[in-house]
């Protein structure tokens, strides 16, 4: 390893473990998705550019490979251009740090800054009606063990539009329900808190749930609140567990009623929620603060799916635009209009 690789390794190193970890305070995910990102870029230099990963250093970082790397995504990966911007922004981000560590490094910074990011298509919003949400939640059977904690995590998770990650990383200390008004604490990305309010049927649920799998005497403010056992100890439940689930429901319930999704996705119960606060006068701006976005721009997307919102608001347009104009021509009865349309005056 020369000068020059190690300068960029030692870049690679305080940008992961100092600047995002300790600076800027990041989750241990977001961490995550960066290294894997500058390790795949580092994979294409090693195979498909034939530079030895030891010898990598910042001229590898060129406008030119990266542009080059993008075009291998898109055209031998054929990952979604989605996909293919989260590499770019990755990349961009290292660059940009490496440009304040390093100020040498500029020109080869702006190369990359000035990559643009590919074009989106975006999808409509996928969510559930009111009816089909209650065919769904319907199904558990809370007779069972099982199926009253099945029931308790898909009311939960549809009442705070909850993510599927900030369900699972529930314990019981992050809910209040003795307060006159239940609340849940959602740890979201980035290890942003924030606080939503449980409806008093959720928290009936809740409470029912607790009595049976987190007893009072063996209860610990800390436990997980869903967790399923594995060789006789408690374990945080997996998403997997959550998704196999849920789908197991969604079939259910899309055999008794059309409106239910073959496979309900847990991210289909958060958009699902967010469309019903909308529909039923949440503002954006507080939507936003519900819903955990880091910006309005997150949100704007529910406003843009709900087309049964924008055609009720035509309908009552149209309705009063009729309503105002009459349907016979005002010069028939304008005596002085008449005059001057036939030359009487």
């Known amino acids: 390893m020369n000068d020059e690789s190690r300068k960029f390794f030692e870049t690679v190193r305080d940008y992961l473990q100092i600047y995002m970890a300790k600076q800027r305070v990041m989750s241990q995910n977001t961490i995550a998705s960066y290294k894997q990102a500058i390790n795949q870029y580092l994979s294409f230099l090693v195979e498909n550019k034939s530079i030895k990963y030891e010898a990598v250093c910042f001229r590898d970082w060129s406008g030119a490979n990266i542009n080059e790397y993008l075009l291998y995504l898109e055209n031998e990966r054929n990952i979604a251009a989605s996909t293919r911007n989260q590499r770019l922004f990755a990349i961009r981000a290292f660059m940009k740090y490496a440009r304040m ?10 190369e990359v800054q ?9 999808e409509p919003v996928a969510f559930l009606s009111e009816k089909a949400v209650q065919c769904l939640l319907s199904q558990p059977g809370t007779a069972t063990k099982i199926g009253l904690r099945d029931s308790c995590f898909m009311v ?17 200390n992050s809910l209040d329900l003795n307060r006159k008004c239940p609340t849940a604490r959602l740890e979201g990305k980035g290890n942003k ?13 809740v409470r029912k749930y607790l009595e049976i799998f987190h007893p009072a005497p063996t209860r610990h403010a800390d436990d997980w609140l869903f967790y399923t056992v594995s060789h006789g100890r408690r374990h945080k439940m997996s998403d997997d567990n959550a998704a196999r689930f849920l789908a197991k429901y969604s079939k259910m319930a899309h055999a008794k009623c059309g409106e239910v999704f073959e496979k309900v996705t847990p991210h289909q119960f958060r958009h699902t929620r967010a469309m019903h606060l909308y529909r039923n006068g949440m503002p954006l701006q507080l939507l936003s603060e519900f819903m955990g976005h880091a910006s309005l721009a997150s949100t704007q997307v529910y406003a843009y799916a709900d087309t049964e919102m924008k055609r009720l608001a ?19 009865t304008d005596e002085e209009m008449i005059r001057k349309l036939y030359g009487l005056e």
């Open 101 to 110: 560590a390093n100020p040498e490094l500029g020109h080869v910074s702006l």
């Open 156 to 172: 939960l998770m549809y009442d705070t539009a909850a993510r599927d990650c900030e369900m699972l990383s529930l314990r019981i």
């Open 114 to 122: 000035s990559i643009a990011k590919a074009r989106e298509d975006t």
């Open 314 to 332: 035509i309908e009552k347009s149209s309705q009063t635009m009729e309503e105002n104009i009459s349907t016979k021509p005002a010069w028939q």
């Open 193 to 205: 808190v924030r606080y939503v309010p449980l409806m008093k049927k959720t928290a009936e649920y």
